[in-house]
């Protein structure tokens, strides 16, 4: 009972841990691509396996204390994954008050203006702002997408829009998520941060992985369908933790 109590409650909390980092940030990930009524009986069935591992474990308590107790631990650890996970759903992924700025008006005025730089280049209007919280930045919205935190931008989102200067994007010094879809975009050179950890450019003519030495902390990459025609220039990238490169030239 305490072995398959181990068993059930670590793959558990490790399915959660996943769930709460790369399932949610990450657009490609299987959680990402599944409907949204599927969260609740999700959490329902991970309830109930979480109250089964804890009922085995506390049956094999009396054979294997040890295993026990580390089923339990990871149920009780697990759980409390499991209560984050619930209350962002039952709040719909909603920040908590005051985390995020859903208007311009604490915006630093240089960032207002670099801003309003890379609106105008796209063919657009503040005024077209949908403003987000982070974990939303892949969704598609009309106009562009942004996120601000206590004055600052720290998050990004054209899709089909024009972006011929990169430029003013690094006159945002808290800029740390930047995802271009479809922005015609071959050249990276002109974009220097090392504030961004997170660069999604799916759908341009980027063919070199070299023109992204601009942003040396990235941690979260996608280029898919671009121009790549090998992975050169990926190894200078050395916290990257996740990268997607499918649908280039080399890949195919």
């Known amino acids: 009972m305490a072995y398959k109590s181990l068993l059930l409650s670590f793959c558990l909390t490790a399915f959660l841990g996943y769930a709460l980092t790369v399932g949610l940030t990450d657009p490609n990930s ?24 804890a009922w085995w ?12 107790l580390l089923s339990l631990g990871f149920c009780a650890f697990g759980l ?14 909603k920040a908590t008050p005051g985390q995020f700025d859903y208007d311009f008006s604490r915006l630093d005025p ?6 309003a730089q890379i609106v105008q280049n796209a ?8 403003f987000s919280e982070y974990w939303r930045m892949a969704e598609e919205a009309a106009g562009f997408r942004i996120c601000v935190q ?3 931008v720290i998050a990004l989102h054209f899709t089909g829009k024009p972006v011929p200067d990169l430029a003013p994007f690094s006159k945002l010094p808290q800029l ?37 030495s601009g942003c ?4 979260w990459l996608t280029l898919r369908n671009n121009q790549l025609s090998s992975e050169a220039g990926i190894e200078k990238f050395t916290k990257l933790v996740s990268k997607d490169l499918r649908e280039n030239p080399f890949s195919k």
């Open 30 to 53: 299987p959680l990402k691509k599944m409907p949204e009524w599927t969260a609740i009986p999700m959490l329902v069935v991970l309830f109930a396996l979480y109250v089964l591992a």
């Open 57 to 68: 474990g506390f049956k094999g308590f009396g054979e294997h204390k040890i295993t026990a």
């Open 80 to 93: 409390g994954l499991y209560a984050l996970g619930f209350v962002m759903e039952i709040g719909n992924g």
């Open 110 to 115: 240089a960032e207002q203006a670099a801003l």
């Open 123 to 130: 063919g657009l209007q503040i005024q077209d702002a949908t």
């Open 150 to 152: 206590k004055g600052h």
């Open 176 to 212: 740390s998520y930047l995802y271009l879809d479809n922005c015609g975009l071959n050249d990276m050179t002109a974009l220097h941060s090392e504030k961004i950890d997170r660069l999604e450019l799916p759908n341009n003519q980027i063919s070199d992985l070299n023109t992204l």
């Open 216 to 219: 040396p902390n990235l941690g």
